[in-house]
């Protein structure tokens, strides 16, 4: 296994000593005939992130056109020429193209280096980011990398070089005590290449360890050959247990995932089947309660019935007792009649031949008529009425009988509605908690 290559570098339109411009660039990319005499059997680039190497010059053009500096004291003007509006990044592997197409392992772990690279990039350049695309047609595996700062008014590409950004910063800040323009420039310097160092430094945290990469080569640290191999085999150890840690990482995702679909399972049953208790509770309450308002109901008319049976029973009463006293002047009528023709028959035997006892007779004969059918109209009236009394009596004991038939059955009624309130809220489940499983209750399982 080698050591990481990562490096930067940013252009302008008009070109750096080596005449390398924006579009010299581009053209290198795309293996335009003019830029690519060092490569043998120049191939188009693949693009693996982004959009083409046309659509980014394109955009990177369009964008320095519409840039605009604005100076300390002055109007907008266009960017200079030698305005850097380019930032590039080139990574590369240690497995040559030959290696990748001869050995499917290779070409997997060159593919998962690809990934971590590009997943780096984009965290280091965000939106700016517009392209990456790799060469097939050279030596080693490696990538290519276009950030154009299209949301930057300015257009500062160099605004992504963290060398620069460091030593920009520190000579901003000026001298510090004692220090001349050559000790500031110096420190300038160090900050650069400490910057410098710490990109790096991330890029191998990022991407080289996990690919099993060292930061540096043995040349640039004159290592011999024994400790550079080992310290070959301490990277492909760390990248194993990498691998290793990812896989177990993985299974515990997996199964987190599958525990977490369980659980879900659970609650959509748990919730199933207490909705559907619920409603069933709620169904009985209901019945209940029209059973309690029809009994309540019911209760009501048989009240009214008794009601008004007691009062038809004081009127009965009311007319036996006014029959009793038609009857008991009926009968001392009656009486009276009795006693009239003994009084009457003295009168009559001296006046035997006199038309005057004749019309007496006359008008005796129709007074005890007219008595004896009192008499028995009283008694008709007097039956009557006793007759209706014992039938008010039999309503009302009827009434009275189907009024405590009602009491008892809204008791029961009662009773089973507070037993269905009891059986609810020992059915209803408790509610989940924060965390995503469900601790049954007591007397649950």
């Known amino acids: 296994m080698g050591y990481q290559f990562v490096h930067l570098e940013s252009f302008s339109r008009k070109g750096d000593d080596k005449g390398r411009s924006a579009a010299f660039i581009f053209a290198e990319a795309r293996r335009d005939p003019l830029a690519s005499f060092h490569v043998a059997n120049p191939a188009p680039p693949v693009v693996v992130f982004g959009v083409g190497v046309a659509e980014v010059e394109a955009l990177h053009d369009a964008a320095a056109d519409a840039a605009r500096t604005t100076p300390k004291k002055g109007t907008p003007r266009k960017l200079r020429q030698d305005h850097k509006t380019l930032h590039t990044v080139i990574a590369s592997h240690p497995y040559t193209m030959e290696e990748v197409r001869a050995d499917p392992v290779k070409r997997t772990e060159v593919k998962a280096w690809e990934a971590r690279t590009i997943g780096w990039l984009r965290s280091q350049y965000g939106v700016d980011l517009k392209s990456v695309v790799r060469h097939e047609d050279e030596s080693h595996y490696h990538i290519h990398a276009y950030v154009v700062p299209t949301d930057d008014p300015e257009m500062r590409a160099l605004r992504h070089h963290p060398g620069v950004v460091a030593k920009r910063t520190a000579m901003a800040a ?9 000790a500031l420039s110096k420190r300038g310097d160090r900050e650069y290449k400490a910057a410098m160092r710490a990109w790096q430094d991330a890029y191998h945290e990022t991407v080289g360890v996990p690919c099993g990469l060292a930061r540096l080569g043995p ?6 050959r024994g400790e550079w191999q080992r310290e070959t085999a301490q990277a492909k150890a760390l990248q194993a247990a990498l691998d290793r840690a990812a896989a177990v990482n993985e299974k515990i995702e997996a199964h987190i995932i599958t525990k977490k679909a369980e659980v879900g399972t659970l609650v959509l049953t748990a919730t199933s089947e207490a909705a559907a208790l619920r409603a069933e509770a709620d169904a009985a309450m209901a019945e209940a309660a ?3 308002t029809k009994a309540k109901t019911v209760s009501e008319h048989a009240k009214s019935v008794h009601d008004k049976a007691v009062a038809e029973q004081r009127k009965a009463r009311s007319m036996m007792s006014r029959a009793r006293a038609e009857a008991a002047r009926v009968t001392a009528a009656a009486a009276r009649l009795q006693r009239l023709p003994s009084m009457l028959r003295t009168a009559i035997d001296g006046f035997l031949q006199s038309r005057v006892a004749d019309r007496i ?10 008595l004896r059918n009192q008499a028995s109209s009283a008694d008709r009236r007097a039956d009557a009425a006793d007759k209706q009394a014992r039938a008010a009596e039999a309503v009302s004991r009827k009434a009275e009988e189907r009024a405590r038939t009602f009491e008892n059955a809204l008791t029961e009624t009662a009773a089973q509605r507070d037993a269905a309130r009891r059986d609810v809220q020992r059915l209803r489940p408790p509610k989940p908690g924060p965390g995503l499983g469900m601790r049954p209750t007591p007397g649950h399982r």
């Open 290 to 292: 029209q059973r309690l």
């Open 219 to 224: 040349r640039r640290r004159n290592l011999p």
């Open 361 to 370: 007779r006359a008008a005796v004969a129709v007074e005890m008529d007219r």
């Open 174 to 182: 000026g001298p510090s005590d004692g220090e001349n323009p050559k």
